[in-house]
């Protein structure tokens, strides 16, 4: 086998002990995926703001006779759908590394155009476009994260990235609470907060300047060469730093995966197109119960009487948990089997929504709405993890755009979804459908989902999708 073949490159990254370059890979594209969970975060915080402003109606008054919370969450989800599945093959024919210089200009941008926006239906269209440019900036993440951390590092690796993104919600929480009644310069508190990200991106981009393309993408196209580069700069800085050479990589077996372009129709067939449905069937009951609490949590504490102010605020101490939980996660990341994690973390969504609705008083709101957030977020680190881990390069963008794509485009609709709920059925109505959906989540990975710790890149495509 070639001494620069796909195999051989996974085996030295898997060889790899933790590792400055290696986390500041990690870091340098988590904080480009900061602006999926700013958006997702803002689309929630940005509502109640935008009604005050006379931009946005609620209850009955919005489009199509819902709050315009609907429409706007719709938008941003139907953005991150289009973003995903139209881009999704680019990552794995030209690379992750220009999705990710590219999606940023798109996505700052568009935002800027949606900052001067005065009516409901100019917002939510330029949130729409916004959202474009993050969606294909997503799968480019996942892709590059599972394909550059060593086995025995991935779910850390993935925890870690998933604390660097969540510091996006307690940043809009706050930002959102103290410009919620101020203006700057004749400014509306709210244009402002789509300001920040804006400057971000274009300081995140500079950052992101020299980061390698991902080595295994690189082998898995014939540049073997380039791969085996950019690993022999980790390996000296590795050698010289503790003194010591790298252990020999682990013997690659004759089966390994022969390079080859992949065919976006091998994800519809046999053993592939069984993960396929799994994970979208996972993947949108899931954030049919993250969003469907997150993204409306200051609504629904208005619906219970809360004022803006507080129910911004409280949103805000809520959302200190979010970049808080995933570093919880990495003790337990690599320990853990991943789809357990998952499982895990929609159990206590299910009983944690479910005690929401019977709370009356703030420090009851408070206490679920933290315990929902922290256990939502393990379940939506299991599935960014999981889902990344579950097919081979060559398809690995394309596999991870399908799945994110489905997902968001049923999350636009569910936003409508929980609109009806709301004006129907009140606050309750909406917690009783977090907790159904959790419980279906939970139901579909602990029976159908395969086991994935400690396997290679390279083991994870023979894995068969059975009950574990």
Not at 65 to 72: E, F, N, T, V
Not at 229 to 234: A, F, G, M, Q, W
Not at 343 to 348: E, K, P, S
Request: hydrophobic share 55%; net charge positive.
């Amino acid at each position: 086998m070639n001494a620069v073949s796909p195999a051989v490159i996974t085996a030295r990254i898997d060889r790899l002990p933790s590792c400055r370059p290696l986390w500041g890979w990690v870091a340098r594209i988590s904080f480009g995926a900061f602006f999926e969970i700013y958006e997702t975060a803002l689309t929630s915080l940005l509502s109640p703001m935008l009604v005050r402003a006379g931009v946005f109606h609620s209850g009955r008054g919005g489009l199509f006779g819902l709050p315009d919370l609907a429409s706007l969450a719709f938008a941003t989800f139907a953005g991150l759908f289009l973003g995903a599945i139209l881009f999704s093959s680019v990552s794995d024919r030209l690379g992750r590394r220009p999705i990710f210089t590219y999606s940023l200009i798109w996505y700052a941008a568009a935002t800027v155009m949606m900052s001067v926006q005065h009516d409901a239906l100019g917002v939510c269209l330029w949130r729409l476009i916004a959202a474009i440019g993050v969606g294909a900036e997503i799968v480019a993440v996942d892709a590059y994260l599972s394909e550059v951390m060593p086995k025995a590092l991935r779910g850390r690796g993935f925890a870690i990235s998933t604390a660097i993104q969540f510091s996006a919600v307690p940043l809009a929480g706050l930002l959102a609470a103290l410009l919620a009644h101020k203006s700057l310069g004749g400014v509306e508190g709210w244009r402002l907060l789509l300001l920040v990200p804006v400057v971000g991106a274009a300081l995140i981009w500079w950052v992101r300047m020299g980061l390698p393309e991902s080595p295994r993408w690189l082998a898995e196209h014939g540049r073997g060469a380039e791969a085996s580069v950019i690993l022999e700069r980790v390996e000296r800085m590795v050698e010289h730093r503790t003194g010591r050479s790298l252990p020999p990589p682990e013997a690659t077996s004759a089966g390994a995966p022969e390079l080859r372009e992949g065919a976006f129709n091998e994800l519809f067939k046999g053993e592939l197109g069984r993960r396929v449905l799994v994970l979208i069937a996972a993947s949108c009951t899931a954030t049919f119960a993250y969003f469907g609490f997150n993204n409306w949590l200051p609504t629904l504490l208005e619906a219970r009487g809360v004022g803006l102010t507080k129910s911004l605020g409280y949103s805000a101490l809520i959302a200190i948990s979010f970049p808080l939980a995933p570093l919880m996660f990495s003790l337990f990341a690599d320990r853990l089997e991943r789809k357990w994690q998952i499982v895990l973390g929609a159990a206590i969504t299910a009983v944690a929504g479910l005690a929401f609705v019977a709370q009356r008083a703030a420090l009851g709101w408070i206490v679920c709405g933290l315990v929902i957030s922290i256990a939502a977020n393990l379940l939506s680190y299991g599935l960014h993890t999981y889902r990344s881990e579950l097919f081979p390069t060559r398809l690995r963008g394309r596999a991870i755009g399908l799945v994110y794509s489905v997902d968001r485009l049923s999350a636009a609709f569910n936003s409508y979804m929980i609109g009806f709920l709301l004006v129907t059925f009140g606050v309750a109505g909406v917690l009783v459908g977090v907790t159904a959906a959790a419980a279906v989540s939970l139901i579909i990975i602990a029976l159908f989902g395969p086991r994935t710790r400690g396997l290679t890149a390279d083991g994870l495509e023979h894995l068969q999708l059975i009950a574990s």
